[in-house]
């Protein structure tokens, strides 16, 4: 049985029920590569049924503003299914994007990995 899905962007592990998806690139500004992403990133939702997705941004250092309607689509649709989606490792420029845009609110985002694995493991808030 294939474990893995075929990404273009994306580096993924499993960690039991846990899907922990790396970004490949560093400067992920160009139109193709955001769509890419938000194609693999839906493509593990939807058609992989991963309803507990850690996004790990260690390897980002810039990313466009466009690329942030696609993970408040992708969190309202896991949010919805019953899913949960964090995100760890943001960079302090990239975090100040959040900020200023108040998506800090709407996402879960914690600083590290482990921080990441415990908290996405919790049950979700009433």
Not at 40 to 59: A, P, V
Not at 109 to 117: P, R, Y
């Amino acid at each position: 049985m294939s474990s893995q899905p075929k990404l273009r962007q994306l580096e993924v592990e499993d960690q039991g029920e846990i899907t922990i998806v790396d970004f490949i690139e560093e400067k992920i500004l160009a139109d193709r590569t955001i769509k890419e992403i938000r194609e693999d990133l839906f493509s593990l939702f939807e058609q992989h049924g991963r309803k507990k997705m850690l996004l790990n941004f260690s390897n980002v250092v810039y990313l466009s503003t466009a690329m942030f309607s696609g993970f408040l689509l992708l969190n309202k649709a896991m949010n919805a299914a019953g899913g949960k989606l964090v995100m760890c490792n943001i960079n302090d420029d990239i975090y100040e994007v959040f900020e200023i845009t108040k998506l800090n609110k709407l996402f879960t985002i914690v600083k590290d990995e482990q921080t990441a694995l415990a908290t996405i493991q919790s049950p979700p808030s009433p």
